[in-house]
């Protein structure tokens, strides 16, 4: 995917995806499609990796530590 960013967008762009499906997500997860991406913003919010740590989401894990600060502040400041 990263081949398609132009490379002057590259560090302002954030690529995150799931190893199946969706149906097969939901499934292995136990849980709503609507209810894992609460749980995966949460993580972001509270800085964890709780359920970016799941198989089906690590691979994403050095994405989110990219994204860090920068897009926490802007996504959950309130």
């Given amino acids: 995917m990263q ?8 560090e302002r762009v954030f690529v995150l ?5 969706p149906e097969k997500t939901s499934a292995e997860i136990k849980s709503r499609l609507e209810s894992i991406g609460r749980q995966l913003a949460e993580d972001c919010k509270n ?7 799941h198989n089906l989401f690590k ?3 050095e994405e989110i530590k990219r994204m860090g600060d920068t ?8």
């Fill in 3 to 10: 081949e398609y960013i132009p490379e002057e967008l590259k």
């Fill in 59 to 61: 691979h994403n894990i």
């Fill in 71 to 78: 897009v926490r502040a802007i996504l959950f400041s309130s």
């Fill in 17 to 21: 995806e799931v190893r199946s499906n």
């Fill in 47 to 53: 800085g964890t990796l709780e359920l970016w740590n």
